[in-house]
């Protein structure tokens, strides 16, 4: 287990450093200037020279890399052209819009998606599962920002049930903040709850082909009992594979749907950002996303020797 461990934190390292390399090289490869952005199309040559010897935009791009990455290692993401504030600031104050709605989707679609994929597979070829395959290909297929849409048009226009966009803030209360992020959290959830309620269905119906499970069923034990205390926790190993990749899509996912609905999060940042050629906040907060994902998968990996005892026992 040691080593599994050991594993893991160093491919986390490893992924980090490429993903840091990877994120700068992208944005030093982006057409525009900071500086010319910032300035506009009117501002002389000396003055754009002048602000970028401010911004440290004319150093070699190397000794930037390496000034940032330092940076990040103390804590400090370093600070924003555009905001004139420090990145760590504007982070943690989106962070807190972006990271709860990521959350509440993803306990909306396992909500919805474990359950009907348990049931599609215990009703394997039947009307139900049919219709349930159906339902959740069309779910599946459809664009979040499309579904963000239709339900802001049917829920917020149409019926009036919540609110169409915005965010009211922490501070005037639980229960309006959650209405606003409602809707989002649906238009992320329901295409990631197909997918999951599929990969569930899938397989519950390999685990209830095993040895064992056809043993238990030999030995009397019932259907339903067989499925909770057999054949469920094989299931989650995937299931919890799967978990770990849609977080990592939901948190992306933000970018777009954040727009749609104007919410002040992590994933509006960035596209502000990236308008306005605000290079260090790009990279700083992309690079936290980027951390955020893989701590999560680290989490899931671990949840892995709860799963499967194997691996807790060092065994394949």
């Known amino acids: 287990m ?13 992924t980090l450093a490429v ?32 602000l970028r010897e401010d911004l440290g935009l004319n ?32 982070v943690a104050d989106r962070i807190t819009i972006s990271l709860p709605l990521a959350l509440l ?31 959740t290909q069309v779910g599946y297929a459809i664009p979040n920002f499309w579904l963000a849409l239709l339900l802001v ?20 209360g639980l229960v309006p903040a959650l209405k606003a992020l409602f809707l989002p959290a649906v238009s992320l959830a329901l295409p990631q709850a197909a997918i999951l309620s599929r990969i569930t269905r899938s397989a519950l119906l390999d685990t209830m082909g095993e040895d064992y499970i056809r043993t238990a069923r030999a030995k009397g034990l019932s259907f339903r009992a067989t499925i909770w205390k057999h054949a469920l926790r094989n299931t989650m190993i995937p299931v919890l594979t ?29 596209f502000q950002a990236i308008a306005l ?3 260090i906040v790009v990279e700083s907060a992309v690079m936290m996303l980027v ?6 998968n680290l989490v899931v990996d671990l949840a892995y020797l709860w799963a499967d005892p194997r691996l807790r026992h060092g065994r394949p």
């Open 2 to 14: 040691i080593l599994f461990l050991i594993r893991k934190i160093l491919w986390a390292a490893a």
């Open 19 to 50: 993903a840091s390399v990877l994120v700068f090289a992208a944005l030093e490869i982006v057409p525009g200037d900071p500086a010319q952005v910032m300035l506009g199309i009117n501002a002389t040559d000396d003055a754009i020279a002048a």
């Open 59 to 90: 150093k070699p791009a190397l000794e930037r890399y390496f000034s940032w990455i330092f940076g990040l290692l103390q804590g400090d993401l370093g600070k924003s052209y555009t905001y004139s504030v420090a990145v760590r600031e504007l």
């Open 105 to 135: 989707a993803l306990v909306m679609s396992t909500a919805i998606a474990i359950p009907v994929g348990l049931y599609a597979a215990t009703k394997r070829g039947s009307i139900a599962d049919t219709t349930i395959m159906a339902v």
């Open 153 to 172: 048009y049917i829920l917020a226009i149409w019926l009036q049930l919540v609110p169409a966009g915005g965010f009211p803030g922490w501070d005037g």
């Open 242 to 270: 799967i978990l770990g990749l849609q977080f990592a899509y939901l948190l992306a996912g933000t970018i777009v749907i954040e727009n749609v609905f104007y919410l002040p999060g992590l994933g509006r940042l960035i």
């Open 277 to 279: 050629r605000d290079l």
């Open 291 to 296: 951390a955020t994902i893989i701590l999560i």
